[in-house]
């Protein structure tokens, strides 16, 4: 073969790729443009009985120099590329996304900024059981200089005959501890038909984990339009996690505070177990600030030090942990809670750590 020839034949090859290029390129976009379509109707975007159809045609046309299992094994490829573009289209289409909205989405509450760069922290009990419980705990964080205090007033517990929570009661006590020390209220609300009522008693709407995908909820706190701090179901997935974020900000509402607070595993040495990487892949496809729950993660109060301290180096915009009075006596999760003197050892040393890694 003459060099003329060997580049004639090279020729041909590059006019091949490009005329493939053109046809790749057209597939995708009918693709993308299906997955619009199956977007409106509610539909997944894989569906494996239709992608077999698809790959049995081809062979049954293939009439080589290709194997069939080659066929196969790149049109799987070109497959995989479609969906991975419907996936980019649906992600650039939601409210949520950072490639909706390029700059940080900042919550301000009694006049901190949740998501400006500086780490805030929630404290508070697991579960509301007193005034004197509660106004004690709120007494040590506004002493600490923080504004920001948590209390659950409605627990939805594993065990129907374990601590329920006070309700509306425990609401109030809620409120009038933090109206005596100027902080600002969050606390979870499990049913929607509680929101319009708990609004006058809290500042943040919390949707626990067990409720991440109750969508009634989601939208009702919403429609709201107070801010919502959410966290991330038991087994949800980061996508499922983003979406159900998204039906709170269809409604309107965009004061969204992300709260990773540890995914269940096989693993028993801790309650749950902290998925760390969530808070940098959260920071990257959302606009929204992002907390870590180190008391629901872990269950350990000698670990909530260690995994704050990980949360805030990679990136977490707040800490969110509990404290009590006297853990022992608790109602509910007392493993979990720090005491006071624990409390002050925790905050001294995470002032100590952020103080270092400012300079």
């Not at 109707?41 to 080659?70: I, W, Y």
């Not at 180190?294 to 995994?307: A, W």
């Amino acid at each position: 073969m003459t060099n003329v020839e060997l580049d004639q034949l090279r020729k041909k090859v590059d006019e091949t790729n490009l005329q493939l290029l053109e046809l790749i390129n057209q597939r995708a976009e009918t693709v993308q443009e299906i997955g619009r379509v199956k977007e409106k109707q509610g539909m997944n975007r894989f569906e494996p009985v239709r992608e077999r159809a698809m790959l049995d045609l081809l062979k049954e046309h293939n009439k080589g120099p290709f194997l069939n299992s080659t066929i196969e094994h790149i049109f799987k490829e070109i497959f995989k590329a479609g969906l991975e573009l419907q996936k980019d289209d649906h992600r650039k289409a939601l409210l949520v996304s950072r490639k909706k909205k390029a700059d940080d989405t900042v919550v301000t509450l009694k006049g901190e900024s949740i998501g400006n760069g500086t780490p805030q922290f929630i404290f508070g009990p697991c579960a509301v059981e007193s005034f004197e419980q509660v106004d004690a705990v709120a007494e040590q964080v506004k002493a600490k200089g923080l504004k920001l205090l948590r209390g659950g007033a409605y627990k939805p517990r594993t065990s129907p005959y374990d601590f329920q929570g006070l309700g509306l009661e425990g609401l109030q006590i809620l409120k009038q501890a933090a109206d005596k020390h100027d902080l600002a209220v969050i606390s979870e609300i499990v049913n929607p038909a509680h929101i319009e009522e708990a609004a006058e008693y809290i500042d943040v709407i919390q949707i626990g984990a067990r409720n991440m995908q109750n969508f009634e909820l989601l939208k009702a706190a919403g429609a709201s339009k107070k801010p919502v701090l959410l966290k991330r179901g038991l087994s949800a997935t980061i996508d499922e996690f983003i979406n159900a974020a998204e039906y709170i900000m269809a409604q309107g509402n965009d004061q969204i505070i992300l709260c990773e607070r540890g995914i269940r595993t096989y693993e028993k040495a801790t309650r749950n177990t902290l998925d760390i990487s969530a808070v940098p892949i959260l920071k990257q496809e959302t606009h929204l600030p992002v907390f870590v729950d180190v008391t629901h993660s872990t269950g350990r109060r000698d670990l909530l030090l260690p995994t704050a301290k990980a949360a805030l180096a990679v990136g977490a915009d707040g800490v969110m942990a509990e404290v009590h009075p006297d853990p022992a006596v608790a109602l509910s999760d007392s493993a979990q809670q720090m005491n006071f003197e624990q409390f002050d050892h925790f905050w001294d040393a995470i002032q100590q750590y952020l103080g270092v890694h400012a300079k």
